[in-house]
DNA sequence: CGAGGATATCTTCGCAACGAAGATATGTTC
DNA sequence: GAACATATCTTCGTTGCGAAGATATCCTCG
């Protein structure tokens, strides 16, 4: 699973999204670093509905243009929840190794 | 970057290596989760050398076997931090996301 | 001694996810 | 009426990875 795929799956689990409702939330949830495009994010719907980590929620027509909602099923908040499990060993592994190295070899001695 | 390259950084953050003790390194530092294949491991080599985060050490013979060791670049060590930093705020967001949703919903009632 | 497994390198090829780009359409703002 | 924000979706190229296998040496076990 990669970031913007991760990003996506955190951003609906706080409550079903629409796809462009996703684009602006995936940008402020990743302190701008990530910029969903639609292929990145169609595709990656399409992927996870296909999963089935994802599901089509209700549709709305707000001011005649239609929105999509996608909400996170039980099995996408299971993926979730291993790949933060994953992800935090993999991170704690590196900031270890990482201080060892600033230890054995500071940049300033 | 994505996990078998951020995995080889790291191991390599601790000390050179050669590559089949990446293969190894890393999957004793992802518990056994991510077991590199030549084909990844020689090719994220090659193209973290072509980008400058990791260089050509020494070469060894050790029983009649080359070993040919990698060692972190200080640009690699910049490039692991920030991606370390990226990581670990996305993962807290994740966290946050997962346990307000378990509030919500709590899977036992 | 021969087979198999561990150590060690590297290549080829296909796939899946992503990113760039753009098509389409409506509403709002200047 | 031009430009921008909202909202959908498609096409196509790139990239990193994974599967598979080629090559070679050393060690262990029967």
Redesign the pocket.
């Known amino acids: ?5 991760f990003l996506i799956l955190t951003a609906l689990a706080r409550a079903p999204m ?4 996703l684009i ?1 939330e995936v940008a402020e949830l990743s302190g701008g670093r ?1 910029e ?5 994010l ?3 719907l399409d ?1 996870l509905a296909d999963d089935g980590l994802v599901e089509r929620d209700r549709e709305e027509i ?7 909602y996608y909400r996170l099923t039980d099995r996408g908040e299971t993926a979730l929840g291993a790949e933060v499990e994953r992800l935090s060993h993999t991170v704690r592994a590196a900031q270890a190794r990482l201080s060892a190295r600033a230890t054995q070899r500071p940049a300033v001695a």
């Open positions: 699973m990669r970031e913007p795929t629409h796809g462009y409702g602006t990530v969903l495009r639609p292929g990145t169609y595709g990656a992927r707000v001011d005649g243009r239609a929105r999509r």
